[in-house]
Nanobody
Framework: QAQLAESGGGLVQAGGSLRLSCSVS????????MGWFRQATGKEREFVAA????????VYADSVKGRFTISRDNAKNTVYLQMNTLIPEDTAVYYC??????????????????WGPGTQVTVSS
């Protein structure tokens, strides 16, 4: 079972930027697509972005397209989420997870039983 550790969250003003990191252990990182998800208080968890095993393919939720960039470093077993032009609606706990492909990640993520602790992002207006 993979161990996931998110970091990099914090409090930022609207229009600002943050870079989240997620380190993975317990799996061969380069064999898996990685994804970012978020859950705002009182709302269901939602998909944010995903990247395939070698970084050659990415996909984003419409709400973050053009503002967020997902990337990965297979040598460091780490996936990143660069978040620019943040808005208050981006306030949430951000989580990462993994699966074999972007397609299976997006299809089955709601069934995943194991998640990391997440990292809190708060955007003030």
């Amino acid at each position: 079972q993979a161990q996931l550790a998110e970091s990099g969250g914090g409090l930022v003003q609207a229009g600002g930027s943050l870079r989240l990191s997620c380190s993975v252990s317990g799996r061969t990182f380069s064999n898996y697509a990685m994804g970012w998800f978020r859950q705002a208080t009182g709302k269901e968890r939602e998909f944010v972005a995903a990247i395939n095993w070698n970084g050659g393919s990415t996909v984003y939720a419409d709400s973050v397209k053009g503002r967020f960039t997902i990337s990965r470093d297979n040598a460091k077993n780490t996936v990143y989420l660069q978040m620019n032009t943040l808005i208050p609606e981006d306030t949430a706990v951000y989580y990462c997870n993994l699966d074999r492909t972007i397609l299976t990640l997006r299809t089955y993520w709601e069934e995943f039983g194991s998640w990391g602790p997440g990292t809190q992002v708060t955007v003030s207006s």
